[in-house]
């Protein structure tokens, strides 16, 4: 007796809709309506999905994103869930009976969202810098950095080690006020092209290479050309480099 | 520019996972739910700072590697606080518990809730309620602000619960959290002691002051303990506090106090110049005379301040209407004859060579380890 | 990250891990070294004696981890050490910013 659900996502509909055997390992995936709104499941164990192999989980994401998209494709606006979202009945049983009580409990605030979703995509946006780039720049343009250059010529072997140290600590000062400064003119600019922004965690990445912002953004896929102008402007800058990809459901604004 | 997407690509695959694991709707229903994994490989400091029940918790022992540990990573459930049938919540903040068992101290955050029953601390994350009183078990609160190592002051509330029992709490709303804890204690029917002032308390006294004790002196001192399974007399480092009712010494590495003695069995003490081991030779030893069960004991202590310990202890025993007993002689249980009470208990008499059952037990030969 | 050492390394993790503390001893060092030199309590020889002291370490640790081959190994400790402090700082007693954090996240997931 399958007493559990995986849930992919939520959309708006009102058919008890079967969509094949798209599902994680193949799984049958259908709807569970309530009123016009219904969530999309397929029918499983009361146990996560876990394995050692990476290749699994892979696959099992693959397809528990390619579920959110068909449904997206279909219904035009969904809620996608995390991975491994199981809904496990209780002592009764009647599962089924939870999902359709949960959406209930919560359409309104479902049924906003969705609105707020609708004809929405998500998109990914990274902005990197070559620090050694910049750095060059920095030490060419600023006053202070050229000053202390020079003096370091001058000096002898062990003097001029320390006072090396001394311009790395200034040049690291100088550097994050500058990621700073573009960090905001980024985000404004970015902001001015999108429907809403998060700023997400910054990703650690290969020497010299440093992260600046890492945006999850929410926007409409018609006019996401906006961005990519934009982006486009910003990766032609010497030194800067730019992650854009998309378009996905909108996990991070649900 | 154009988004990138490939659906067999790795390229976009990390962006997935990003959004797969921690982002999406999030349902409160019975979940099934998957361990959060932090594996343990050799060495996992993160663990060893959150401390070892959490460690436990989250299922450290278990042996994953580095292709598990990616997808389960930060997928931790929040769970509600178990609040009970009718237990309503007045105040709902932030703030942290200063937790110490053996030598794991630490500052646990949570939720705070104050209910009409009680107050209580939750971890969301691990679904713990890390500290929790009953509104009857409280007995008085006191406020002292003390300076972090953030070097920002914040205001340590000291919570007095019955069991003699002190918690350092951290609010976010400490006035607030002050407040209403006093009206709703008071309405329970139990009457708060609001002359406490938080004087000389610190994290360390508040963890065994009893009711109604208060520190008059307390100095770092160090303290012989007795010999003990395979361990010899060893010095060990620590804290020296006279209170009103009991002179006790705390045990820096252990965090707790492993000697005491009321203050009406203190008999007297004295200082001498001894050589504690072969690298610390002239320290100030101050030696405490006390009753314990019936028969007259000494307690070793060594510090800068022992003179000044002399002085309070003889002018507390001379208090109590005694005469400082380092003049005092006894007889000898063996000869009959008499000498200095400490020479007797320190170094036996020196007409017939009887030596105390305690001095006996210090200059027996160290149990062997197996 | 945790920091990464596995059993058929563990000579390899073991000192890598050495090393990235010596490194980080290392960077405190240099960094009171400079102190000293900025507040100016140090004479000139002094500050020539310091300098090339500080160097021949960061040779000789180079030349360590060229010959080990432990480059990787000690970034990735590094690295891990990073994120375990920016941990412990994050979570220790700040009720303010934690409750900053618990709005955001309230809020996601409304």
Redesign the interface.
């Known amino acids: 007796m399958a007493e559990g659900r995986y849930v992919y996502c939520v959309a708006a509909d009102s058919k008890a809709a079967r969509l094949g055997n798209i599902g994680i390992e193949d799984n049958q995936v259908y709807a569970i309506p309530y009123q016009d709104i219904t969530a999309v499941v397929h029918a499983c164990a009361p146990t996560p999905y876990e394995s050692q192999d990476k290749e699994v989980v892979d696959k099992w994401v693959v397809a528990h994103e390619r579920v959110i998209e068909t449904v997206q494709e279909e219904l035009g606006a969904v809620l996608p869930l995390g991975f491994d979202t199981i809904i496990q009945g209780n002592d009764q049983g009647n599962v089924e009976q939870k999902v359709r009580d949960w959406l209930k409990e919560h359409y309104e605030k479902l049924k906003d969202t969705l609105d707020r979703v609708k004809g929405k995509r998500e998109y990914v946006v990274q902005v990197s810098w070559d620090t050694k780039t910049i750095a060059k720049e920095l030490i060419g343009s600023d006053q202070e950095l050229k000053d202390l250059h020079q003096q370091i010529k001058a000096k002898s072997k062990g003097a001029a080690y320390m006072y090396r140290q001394t311009l790395e600590k200034l040049l690291g000062a100088k550097l994050e006020q500058e990621a700073n400064r573009r960090f905001h003119d980024f985000y404004d600019k970015i902001g001015s092209c999108v429907d809403e922004m998060k700023v997400e965690k910054l990703k650690k990445e290969e020497q010299p290479r440093q992260m600046l912002m890492n945006l999850s953004c929410l926007g409409d896929p018609k006019e996401i050309h906006t961005l990519g102008g934009e982006l486009e402007r910003i990766s032609n800058m010497t030194g800067f480099f730019v992650r854009f990809t998309g378009p996905w459901p909108p996990y991070s604004f649900v | ?5 490939d ?1 067999k690509g790795r ?3 990390v ?13 409160h ?6 361990v959060a994994g ?2 343990l ?7 060893a ?1 959150a401390g070892m029940e959490t460690m436990l918790e989250y299922g450290m022992m278990q042996d ?9 990573a930060e ?1 931790r459930r ?1 769970k509600e606080a178990p609040l009970l049938e009718g237990e309503e919540v007045i105040l709902n ?4 518990y200063y937790y110490m068992k053996g030598i794991y101290n630490a ?1 646990k ?1 949570g ?1 705070l809730y104050l209910t009409n029953l009680r107050l209580m601390l939750y971890q969301q994350d691990i679904a713990e309620i890390v500290f929790e009183a009953p509104l009857t078990n409280i007995t008085g609160i006191a406020v002292r602000k003390e300076s ?1 190592f953030t070097g920002k002051d ?1 205001d340590i509330v000291y919570l007095y619960l019955e069991g003699k029992k002190i918690a350092r709490l ?3 709303e400490t006035e607030e959290l002050r407040r209403n804890l006093e009206r709703l204690v008071e309405e329970a029917g139990v009457t708060l002691d609001r002359a406490l002032s938080a004087e000389g308390l610190d994290e360390t006294t508040s963890s065994f002051l009893m009711e109604g004790e208060q520190v008059s002196c307390q100095g770092k001192m160090w303290y012989l303990m007795p010999k003990s399974g395979i361990m010899v007399e060893t010095w060990r480092p620590g804290r020296l506090y006279l209170t009103n009712t009991r002179l006790c010494w705390w045990n820096d590495f252990d965090k707790r106090i492993v000697f005491q003695v009321p203050v009406d069995k203190i008999s007297g003490s004295t200082v001498e110049i001894k050589n504690i081991s072969p690298v610390l030779r002239g320290q100030e030893v101050l030696d405490l005379i006390y009753g314990c069960n019936g028969s007259k004991m000494i307690a070793s202590f060594s510090g800068k301040s022992a003179e000044d310990w002399k002085k309070a202890l003889n002018e507390l025993v001379a208090s109590q209407g005694q005469a400082p007993e380092d003049r005092e002689k006894e007889t000898c249980p063996q000869c009959g004859s008499r000498a200095l009470a400490k020479e007797l208990l320190q170094k036996g008499c020196a007409k017939c060579g009887w030596v105390s059952p305690r001095l006996q037990k210090r200059m027996a030969p160290v149990l062997k380890a197996r | 990250m945790p920091i990464d050492i596995h059993e058929d390394n563990l000579k390899h993790g073991l000192l890598g891990l050495v090393i990235a503390l010596v490194e980080i001893i290392r960077d405190a060092l240099k960094h009171q070294a400079l102190r000293r030199m900025e507040g100016g309590s140090l004479t000139d020889e002094e500050v020539e004696r310091l300098g090339s002291a500080l160097e021949e370490i960061d040779i000789a640790i180079d030349h360590i981890k060229e010959e080990q081959g432990l480059s990787e190994t000690v970034n990735s400790v590094r690295d891990g050490l990073d994120d375990i402090v920016d941990d412990v700082l994050d979570q220790m007693v700040n009720p303010e910013r934690w409750a900053r954090e618990m709005k955001e996240e309230e809020n996601k997931n409304g």
Request: aromatic share 8%; net charge positive; glycine share 4%.
């Open positions: 520019m154009e988004p990138v997407r659906w390229a976009t695959l962006d997935l996972l990003d959004r797969v694991f921690d982002k999406g709707v999030v349902i229903l019975d979940l099934i739910i998957s932090i594996p490989l050799g060495v996992n400091l993160r663990a700072l994953m590697d580095m292709k598990t540990r990616m997808w389960e997928h929040k903040t932030f703030g942290s500052w955050s939720r972090s914040k951290n609010v976010l």
